[in-house]
Each structure stands twice: as C-alpha cells, then as structure tokens.
C-alpha cells in the first residue's frame, strides 16, 4: 500500500542531486526512468529540482535547465526537499551538506570520507535542523548494514566485526590470487569498471577501507571513532609473491578491517581499529568473498554470527542503497 492517499494527486518531492558521476548518474536514471513505478509504490511523485556537477558540458543527458556548478545554493533552495550528496570529497560536501541539515533538510550521502571525517558534526547538524541524516550507500554499497547495525541490532550488543569493504581492493586481490595478474593491471580493471574511487589512491592505501571501519564502529560500539587516529596499511606492497605463498599455505589474502568491542567499558580505553591485508585460511566465511564483493562478519551477543555479503561498489549497487534511503527519508519526513 502505498504511504500517500492515491485518491488525491501525489505529493511532489523535489530532490537536489549533487554530483552526476558513476553513482549520481544512475540515481538521476532512476528517478527519471523510473518515476511512475516509484509514485505507485511510495504514492510521492520524486523528481529531480537540479543537479549539480563540476562541468556542465560533460553532462549533455541532463536537462540543461536543472544543471549548476553551485551544490551549495541548490541544496538550500527553498523548493528542495531531500538532498543527495554524491560529489565526494570534504569541501564543498562538508559545508554544503551541515547547511543543508541545519535547515531543516534531509540528506542522503554515499559519501564515507565525509561521514567518518565530520561523524559528530554532522550528527549534531541533522539534530540542530530536526532532519534525518542517511548514509547507508557510504559503507559497503548495496549490503544493508547502516540501517541494520541503527535499527535491527540496537537492542543487542556486537562483540566485533571483520570486514571486506573495498570492492577495488578485494577485485584486485581476487585477480592477483586467481589470474596471477599484477598488481597495475588489475587495478587498472578495477577503474575501467567503476569500482575504484576518482582518487584509487584512497581505495589502494586503505584509507576508504578504514573511513567505512570508523563509520561501523560508531555505529555497532554507541561511540565517536577519532577517524585519525586508525592505522591503516592497504594493499599497494602486497606482491604476487605474497599471494603465491599464501596460496601454497591454503591462505589467502584480503584487505581486513576489524575491530573489537574493549575487554572494559572503560570510556578511557580507546576502540582498536585495524585495517591491513592479512592471510585468512580458504575456510574463512570470508575466503570466499571474490571480485568487488564485500563481506562483513559481525558477532553480536543474542544474534551470533552474522554473515552479510553483497556488491560493495558499483553506480547500481549505490544508487539501490541510496535510493532506499531516499524513500526511508520520504517516509520518516513527508508522509
Ligand atoms: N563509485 C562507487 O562505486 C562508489 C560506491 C560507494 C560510494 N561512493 C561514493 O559516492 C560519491 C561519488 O562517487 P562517484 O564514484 O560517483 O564519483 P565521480 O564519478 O567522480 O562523480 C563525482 C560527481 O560530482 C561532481 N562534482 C565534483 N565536485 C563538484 C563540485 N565542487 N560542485 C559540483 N559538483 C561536483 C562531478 O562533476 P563533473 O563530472 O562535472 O566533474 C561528478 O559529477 C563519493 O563520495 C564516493 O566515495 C562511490
């Protein structure tokens, strides 16, 4: 059934899109495309209010009426209703998305450097401006665990989690082990379809990886992550020589985040949060995360073992992620 009476003409939410890149993009699609199959479901008519982007003339698709290169003007227009943010970066996202929060508009980010960077000020925005604050798409693409460590888990305790959560890592490292290719070869792959950042240094050094393990710390252990403060080493020194002898020892090698709730709930003992490439036994539930999958096993008291897997990059993948939370935000704020 859908949220709004269909007796009466649906309610229009106009929705300021920031970004038109790998992800933007497919979220303009579907909300373009899509837009009567959605109205029926959800019983709001979505549409696009404007677009921003860096450089209009690379973006010939969209409308030139709804383009700017100012997000900062669009997202605070007094017809816009929800923002998605998907420009990455700090600034002019970090600005751009707490004024927006602190007027009172929801915001749906896949943005995890902005999130994990600016977690309390952004957090303290959205409550300044009663608006609900979404970035499920930030952390490990299409697998719901945002929404799922927020809501289903919250009356449980977690113990720890493992994680897999860069795709372009874990590609590359899957085609290390299973092609013998090298290392610039398959994180050339990697670029050519999509999954790596616009900067892959962040995917290949670990920082996207340990930006995704502060954003799921917060969340699971009720706690702010100093994001600084987490030693990450990435992938850029594993040779194939590595992956070789681990294969030779039934191992083989993933970019691990995991963290571990303290022995103490001692406010003074600081979360320990390790992000680094490790050998794990063929066994592992973990082992048989391949290609840009992601994988996270989380260990809660009542629940046990979790096991979640799924795309963790991809425009589609985060456009599935970030349109949920476009309707969860719809739902939460205008129905
Ligand atoms: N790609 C993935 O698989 C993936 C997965 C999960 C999360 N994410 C996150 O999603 C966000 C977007 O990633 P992406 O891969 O879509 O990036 P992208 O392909 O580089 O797209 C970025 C978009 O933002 C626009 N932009 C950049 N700076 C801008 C500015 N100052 N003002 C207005 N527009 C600006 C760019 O415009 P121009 O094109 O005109 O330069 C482009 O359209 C990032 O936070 C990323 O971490 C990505």
Known sequence: MPWFTTDSPSRVINVALLGNGTVGKEVAQCITERHEELRARSGVAVQLAGVAVGEPSRHPEVPRSLLTTDPYSLATRADVDVVIEAMGGLDPAYPVVSSALESGRPVVTANKELVASYWSQLHKSAAAGHSDFRYEAAVAGAIPLVTPLRQSLSGDRISNFTGILNGTCNYILTAMDIHDQPFDAALQEAIDLGYAEADYARDVKGIDTADKAAILASLSFDTVVDRAAINCEGITNVSIT??????????????????????????????????????????????????????????????????????????????????????????????
């Open 242 to 335: 590595d992956i070789r002898s681990a294969r030779d020892r039934g191992h083989v090698i993933k970019l691990i985040a995991s963290c571990q709730r303290p022995t103490h709930d001692d406010d003074n003992v600081p979360l320990e949060i390790d992000v680094r490439p490790t050998a794990i036994p063929r066994s592992h539930p973990l082992a048989t995360v391949s290609g840009a999958t992601n994988g996270i096993e989380i260990e809660a008291a009542l629940a046990g073992n979790l096991l979640l897997c799924g795309p963790g990059a991809g425009g589609q993948p985060t456009a599935s992620a970030i349109l949920g939370d476009l309707f969860t935000v719809i739902r939460n704020t205008y129905a």
